[in-house]
């Protein structure tokens, strides 16, 4: 994905949710987006998926213009949202099948390489929120798409479930080369995951600061102990601390 | 150990004790409670509470109801229980499945799209308030036929109960869902067909539950009024010549139905909505 990413979005009331961003982010990077609620931040992800329609500006993959949502960008959201009267299976098969066709067994594959084979003819409400998660990514990787979209996902797990998803999201990551946009709050899952860690400040959404994070690939979670990954998370929160001191007295 | 927890220790002790003292089965409880309200009934009719002493003990009526399944004619030279059981679920058949095709495309058009709620709900909630009864006189003229007046009478009793429903039921689609289904490439088709439907069935299944019930109602009132063979003219033209006995025996039928015909509702229901069988279990 290359080009320039440039949003105004004052809605109906001309609350300016995000303000003049400029982003351009390349094929294969795992980008992660860190700020304080109501930044802008799941604002900016739903105008990249085609949710929402920008009030100024465009927005570029591959030089094409993103007009909707389409199966090239798919979406994982905060709370999970497979459809609870599908099976997992059928879920997980759904994409496909509204294009042009399941392929027998890839859907096992997937479940498979999520670990959590067997599932497959339960329904959403009969898995783990942990397992739904995955059975939500594994949906997404059927429809192979170029660009995941990430909005918070492992917000809602317990702490063990949430290091273990981070892992796997890594692995997949590196196995298939694709685009990942990534949503949180943690500054150390933000910076754990991503090549690149875009801070967000509040009202109005801009961002703020960019900060490149040069561990060495693959992680794992012992990086998290390390003295550099202590540094990039110290020069992140700095950041984060001084904006919201700045939008503290800016609202005195 | 905290207070809280010595505390549900000791209720959960005594709990167990209680639940030790053998309880009558489930079946026994739930037969005594019919045997209680049978010997209400035979008490009420012996002592002659009021003018029950002119209808029948539950005895007389249990051999009223034998001799009619068996085929006895229904008051003086009159049809059989079963001639007038057809005539009545002929129309109580046909007005639903009329209401079902129709209150289900029009709720999910209703709901789903601004258009059809804008500029067509606005003349169904113009009929909506009408009760159904109100509409026998008005039916019976127009449709120059009881039969087709008490099928519209129905069917006007049970289109809004699931019209209504289900478009409720569209109204509550989280949007993310849409979303989901549109970001795996989904037409506007594949929304209703994976999305609007599904989740609606639910719904339609309330709705239709409501609407079964005044159907009912609905051809029972209707049939009073218009005469002609069916369980509620019988029941009523027994009651004009104090055939008590038949009055009761048409009670109990169209009780009996109602309780089958609601609970093919339910089971078709259950049938269609897997997902949900953890909560109904």
Same mark, same amino acid.
């Given at each position: 994905?290359?080009?320039?990413?440039?949003? &105004?979005?004052?809605?109906?009331?001309?609350?300016?949710?995000?303000?003049?961003?400029?982003?351009? =982010?390349?094929?294969?990077?795992?980008?992660?987006?860190?700020?304080?609620?109501?930044?802008?931040?799941?604002?900016?992800?739903?105008?990249?998926?085609?949710?929402?329609?920008?009030?100024?500006?465009?927005? &570029? =993959?591959?030089?094409?213009?993103?007009?909707?949502?389409?199966?090239?960008?798919?979406?994982?959201?905060?709370?999970?949202?497979?459809?609870?009267?599908?099976?997992?299976?059928?879920?997980?098969?759904?994409?496909?099948?509204?294009?042009?066709?399941?392929?027998?067994?890839?859907?096992?594959?997937?479940?498979?390489?999520?670990?959590?084979?067997?599932?497959?003819?339960? &329904?959403?409400?009969?898995?783990?929120?942990?397992?739904?998660?995955?059975?939500?990514?594994?949906?997404?990787?059927?429809?192979?798409?170029?660009?995941?979209?990430?909005?918070?996902?492992?917000?809602?797990?317990?702490?063990?479930?949430?290091?273990?998803?981070?892992?796997?999201?890594?692995?997949?990551?590196?196995?298939?080369?694709?685009?990942?946009?990534?949503?949180?709050?943690?500054?150390?899952?933000?910076?754990?995951?991503?090549?690149?860690?875009? =801070?967000?400040?509040?009202?109005?959404?801009?961002?703020?600061?960019?900060?490149?994070?040069?561990?060495?690939?693959?992680?794992?979670?012992?990086?998290?102990?390390?003295?550099?990954?202590?540094?990039?998370?110290?020069?992140?929160?700095?950041?984060?601390?001084?904006?919201?001191?700045?939008?503290?007295?800016?609202?005195? | 150990?905290?207070?809280?927890?010595?505390?549900?220790?000791?209720?959960?002790?005594?709990?167990?004790?209680?639940?030790?003292?053998?309880?009558?089965?489930?079946?026994?409880? !739930?037969?005594?409670?019919?045997?209680?309200?049978?010997? #209400?009934?035979?008490?009420?009719? !012996?002592?002659?509470?009021?003018?029950?002493?002119?209808?029948?003990?539950?005895?007389?009526?249990?051999?009223?109801?034998?001799?009619?399944?068996?085929?006895?004619?229904?008051?003086?030279?009159?049809?059989?229980?079963?001639?007038?059981?057809?005539?009545?679920?002929?129309? @109580?058949?046909?007005?639903?499945?009329?209401?079902?095709?129709?209150?289900?495309?029009?709720?999910?058009?209703?709901?789903?799209?601004?258009?059809?709620?804008?500029?067509?709900?606005?003349?169904?909630?113009?009929?909506?308030?009408?009760?159904?009864?109100?509409?026998?006189?008005? %039916?019976? #003229?127009?449709?120059?036929?009881?039969?087709?007046?008490?099928?519209?009478?129905?069917? #006007?009793?049970?289109?809004?109960?699931?019209? @209504?429903?289900?478009?409720?039921?569209? %109204?509550?689609?989280?949007?993310?869902?849409?979303?989901?289904?549109?970001?795996?490439?989904?037409? !506007?088709?594949?929304?209703?067909?994976?999305?609007?439907?599904?989740?609606?069935?639910?719904?339609?299944?309330?709705?239709?539950?409501?609407?079964?019930?005044?159907?009912?109602?609905?051809?029972? %009132?209707?049939?009073?009024?218009?005469?002609?063979?069916?369980?509620?003219?019988?029941?009523?033209?027994?009651?004009?010549?104090?055939?008590?006995?038949?009055?009761?025996?048409?009670?109990?039928?169209?009780?009996?139905?109602? %309780?089958?015909?609601?609970?093919?509702?339910?089971?078709?229901?259950?049938?269609?909505?897997?997902?949900?069988?953890? @909560?109904?279990?």
């Amino acid at each position: 994905m290359q080009g320039l990413t440039k949003i &105004y979005d004052p809605d109906g009331e001309h609350v300016t949710a995000i303000e003049d961003i400029d982003l351009t =982010i390349e094929a294969g990077e795992f980008v992660s987006l860190v700020g304080p609620s109501g930044c802008g931040k799941s604002t900016l992800l739903e105008c990249i998926a085609g949710f929402i329609e920008p009030s100024h500006g465009q927005m &570029y =993959i591959d030089g094409g213009r993103i007009d909707g949502p389409g199966a090239d960008r798919g979406v994982v959201f905060q709370e999970n949202r497979l459809l609870p009267w599908k099976t997992i299976r059928e879920n997980i098969d759904l994409g496909p099948k509204m294009r042009d066709g399941v392929e027998d067994g890839r859907a096992e594959e997937l479940l498979s390489k999520m670990g959590i084979e067997g599932t497959g003819s339960q &329904y959403p409400t009969e898995l783990s929120g942990g397992m739904q998660q995955r059975a939500e990514i594994a949906r997404l990787l059927a429809n192979d798409p170029e660009i995941m979209l990430m909005d918070e996902p492992f917000s809602a797990l317990d702490a063990l479930t949430k290091e273990i998803m981070q892992e796997l999201l890594l692995d997949i990551w590196e196995e298939d080369n694709r685009t990942v946009v990534f949503i949180t709050h943690d500054v150390e899952e933000a910076i754990f995951l991503a090549d690149r860690v875009l =801070i967000m400040t509040a009202g109005p959404g801009e961002i703020k600061e960019t900060i490149d994070v040069d561990l060495e690939r693959p992680r794992d979670l012992d990086v998290t102990t390390t003295p550099h990954f202590n540094e990039l998370r110290k020069e992140a929160l700095g950041h984060i601390v001084e904006e919201a001191r700045e939008a503290m007295e800016g609202g005195q | 150990m905290s207070i809280v927890d010595s505390v549900e220790n000791q209720i959960s002790t005594a709990r167990s004790s209680v639940d030790a003292i053998p309880s009558p089965p489930r079946w026994a409880l !739930k037969g005594s409670s019919v045997v209680l309200f049978i010997a #209400i009934w035979w008490a009420l009719v !012996k002592i002659g509470f009021l003018g029950f002493d002119l209808l029948r003990t539950p005895l007389e009526t249990a051999g009223a109801l034998s001799g009619f399944i068996s085929g006895e004619s229904m008051g003086q030279g009159g049809e059989s229980l079963y001639v007038h059981g057809y005539h009545t679920l002929i129309r @109580v058949l046909l007005g639903l499945s009329l209401a079902i095709t129709t209150a289900i495309p029009l709720g999910l058009a209703c709901g789903w799209s601004d258009w059809w709620r804008s500029y067509v709900y606005p003349a169904f909630e113009l009929l909506r308030p009408i009760p159904p009864v109100a509409w026998v006189p008005i %039916a019976l #003229i127009a449709f120059a036929s009881e039969f087709l007046g008490i099928v519209w009478v129905v069917f #006007i009793g049970a289109f809004f109960p699931i019209f @209504v429903n289900t478009m409720e039921g569209v %109204a509550q689609i989280e949007p993310e869902y849409v979303r989901a289904v549109r970001s795996l490439g989904g037409s !506007k088709l594949d929304l209703y067909r994976h999305v609007v439907i599904p989740h609606t069935i639910p719904s339609m299944i309330t709705g239709t539950t409501v609407g079964v019930g005044i159907a009912w109602i609905a051809v029972v %009132a209707a049939e009073m009024l218009s005469g002609g063979p069916g369980l509620g003219y019988i029941t009523f033209q027994a009651y004009r010549l104090m055939d008590t006995g038949v009055v009761i025996v048409g009670i109990v039928v169209l009780g009996t139905l109602g %309780a089958v015909s609601s609970s093919i509702v339910m089971r078709t229901g259950d049938h269609l909505t897997p997902w949900t069988d953890e @909560v109904t279990e």
